[in-house]
């Protein structure tokens, strides 16, 4: 054999098994990298077993949250008052005994304690009323009485009006009256028809009457029954009670639909009073005081109502623009029954604008309200701008009298400027 072959066939040999060698290699890497990829690590064998212990251990959290709670883990304050509802009566009367011996100090006591009341008002409202009287706050307990009574009124409007009449009799007539209200409340959202004229019946006393009524005609629109509501007050005789509940079913409707609200009030012709129409004014402008001051206008220029709700239609719309609200105000004729509406316009513009406030101030018609508003606004604007207010002295045609009263003018923060709305 020659050299040259020799060496040929000792070359091919060589790659043949540097080949062999790489793809032996290398098909044992995949084979080790199929077997870690499929290899399941220990931790994770039971997926579902771990996720199943994780919600039952949640579960348990909650469900004892409110112990926790009243032991003292406040970071479980929330899924507390959710665990209530689910309470039996048995475990409601344990943990109302808790619940009282918390400090007074602890902001949530009133509110747990009348939460747990009403809970237990689901199986025994009488019992839950005794309790509701152990509170040392005259006003948490008058609040956690109403609570429970609008539960029984719920659960058994008969017996709750029953106890109601032998048990209030000898309450102040404030007190009677909001418990009262409270029964139904809870009748209304079980039965509003049937309330409405448990309601009615009642012959003694009027104005109690009313505010029965009232209750029942809100909540019944609040629960979606605002057509039967509306046909119930269209078919009374009475049109003095017809007219009272009448405002109320407008002032509810407009909260969530004005303009239909609007087109009744249309249709009621000459029996919608100013009342009726400031009622769905009123509400009306809390969302779109724009479009209830259009409303307004479209009134003829002599309806009383105009004046009367426009006050409200200032004081809402003077939050967001004193500009607009300024104009539409100049467009209605001066008069004394719309002091109210420029004295709204006038406290909001002192805060931002004391130089404008003061020439409403100085336009309003009664001779009292004008010169009090007047150094209502002075006062203000001697604090944000005591030179400006110097000149405007200096340069009005106040007389000598009148410059020392507004000089000497003081801010008054119990007063109007302290209530108003921000």
Same mark, same amino acid.
């Given at each position: 054999?020659?050299?040259?072959?020799?060496?040929?066939?000792?070359?091919?040999?060589?790659?043949?098994?540097?080949?062999?060698?790489?793809?032996?290699?290398?098909?044992?890497?995949?084979?080790?990298?199929?077997?870690?990829?499929?290899?399941?690590?220990?931790?994770?064998?039971?997926?579902?077993?771990?996720?199943?212990?994780?919600?039952?251990?949640?579960?348990?959290?909650?469900?004892?949250?409110?112990?926790?709670?009243?032991?003292?883990?406040?970071?479980?304050?929330?899924?507390?008052?959710?665990?209530?509802?689910?309470?039996?009566?048995?475990?409601?009367?344990?943990?109302?005994?808790?619940?009282?011996?918390?400090?007074?100090?602890?902001?949530?006591?009133?509110?747990?304690?009348?939460?747990?009341?009403?809970?237990?008002?689901?199986?025994?409202?009488?019992?839950?009323?005794?309790?509701?009287?152990?509170?040392?706050?005259?006003?948490?307990?008058?609040?956690?009485?109403?609570?429970?009574?609008?539960?029984?009124?719920?659960?058994?409007?008969?017996?709750?009006?029953?106890?109601?009449?032998?048990?209030?009799?000898?309450?102040?007539?404030?007190?009677?009256?909001?418990?009262?209200?409270?029964?139904?409340?809870?009748?209304?959202?079980?039965?509003?028809?049937?309330?409405?004229?448990?309601?009615?019946?009642?012959?003694?006393?009027?104005?109690?009457?009313?505010?029965?009524?009232?209750?029942?005609?809100?909540?019944?629109?609040?629960?979606?029954?605002?057509?039967?509501?509306?046909?119930?007050?269209?078919?009374?005789?009475?049109?003095?009670?017809?007219?009272?509940?009448?405002?109320?079913?407008?002032?509810?409707?407009?909260?969530?639909?004005?303009?239909?609200?609007?087109?009744?009030?249309?249709?009621?012709?000459?029996?919608?009073?100013?009342?009726?129409? *400031?009622?769905?004014?009123?509400? !009306?402008?809390?969302? #779109?005081? /724009? $479009?209830? &001051?259009? +409303? =307004?206008? %479209?009134?003829? @220029?002599?309806?009383?109502?105009?004046?009367?709700?426009? *006050?409200?239609?200032?004081?809402? !719309?003077?939050?967001? #623009?004193? /500009? $607009?609200? &300024?104009? +539409? =105000?100049? %467009?209605?004729? @001066?008069?004394?029954?719309?002091?109210?509406?420029?004295? *709204?316009?006038?406290?909001?513009?002192?805060?931002?604008?004391?130089?404008? $406030?003061?020439?409403?101030?100085?336009?309003?018609?009664?001779?009292?309200?004008?010169?009090?508003?007047?150094?209502?606004?002075?006062?203000?604007?001697?604090?944000?701008?005591?030179?400006?207010?110097?000149?405007?002295?200096?340069?009005?045609?106040?007389?000598?009298?009148?410059?020392?009263?507004?000089?000497?003018?003081?801010?008054?923060?119990?007063?109007?400027?302290?209530?108003?709305?921000?």
């Amino acid at each position: 054999m020659k050299s040259s072959t020799l060496i040929l066939y000792l070359a091919v040999w060589s790659i043949s098994l540097a080949a062999a060698y790489y793809i032996g290699s290398h098909v044992q890497g995949v084979a080790l990298n199929t077997n870690q990829a499929v290899k399941v690590p220990l931790e994770l064998e039971k997926p579902k077993f771990i996720q199943a212990s994780a919600i039952e251990e949640v579960t348990t959290n909650k469900k004892n949250a409110l112990t926790a709670y009243l032991g003292g883990d406040v970071s479980l304050l929330e899924d507390a008052f959710l665990e209530i509802p689910t309470l039996s009566g048995e475990a409601t009367r344990e943990l109302l005994v808790q619940a009282f011996d918390l400090p007074a100090s602890d902001p949530n006591r009133s509110r747990l304690i009348r939460d747990l009341l009403r809970q237990l008002a689901e199986t025994e409202p009488v019992a839950a009323l005794e309790l509701a009287s152990q509170m040392k706050s005259l006003r948490d307990t008058e609040r956690a009485r109403v609570a429970v009574l609008e539960v029984w009124g719920r659960k058994d409007s008969a017996a709750a009006i029953a106890w109601a009449n032998n048990a209030l009799v000898d309450e102040p007539s404030r007190t009677r009256n909001s418990q009262l209200m409270a029964i139904y409340r809870g009748y209304a959202a079980n039965n509003p028809a049937a309330a409405f004229q448990q309601a009615l019946a009642i012959n003694d006393n009027d104005r109690l009457k009313n505010h029965l009524l009232d209750q029942v005609i809100k909540v019944q629109i609040e629960s979606g029954g605002l057509q039967a509501a509306k046909l119930a007050v269209d078919l009374l005789a009475d049109p003095e009670m017809q007219r009272s509940l009448r405002r109320e079913l407008v002032d509810e409707w407009a909260e969530f639909d004005p303009q239909a609200a609007a087109a009744y009030v249309a249709t009621l012709g000459e029996d919608a009073d100013s009342s009726i129409k *400031s009622a769905l004014v009123s509400e !009306w402008a809390e969302s #779109d005081p /724009a $479009a209830a &001051a259009a +409303w =307004l206008s %479209s009134l003829d @220029a002599d309806d009383p109502a105009i004046a009367r709700a426009s *006050s409200s239609v200032i004081r809402e !719309w003077t939050r967001y #623009d004193l /500009a $607009a609200s &300024a104009d +539409w =105000l100049n %467009s209605l004729p @001066a008069s004394p029954e719309l002091d109210r509406a420029v004295i *709204s316009y006038t406290f909001r513009a002192a805060e931002e604008d004391p130089e404008t $406030a003061m020439s409403w101030a100085s336009s309003i018609e009664d001779d009292g309200r004008r010169t009090w508003m007047m150094e209502r606004v002075a006062s203000t604007w001697k604090e944000q701008d005591a030179e400006t207010f110097k000149n405007y002295l200096d340069k009005s045609e106040l007389s000598a009298e009148q410059r020392e009263k507004l000089e000497n003018s003081q801010s008054r923060g119990n007063g109007y400027w302290g209530r108003r709305r921000n």
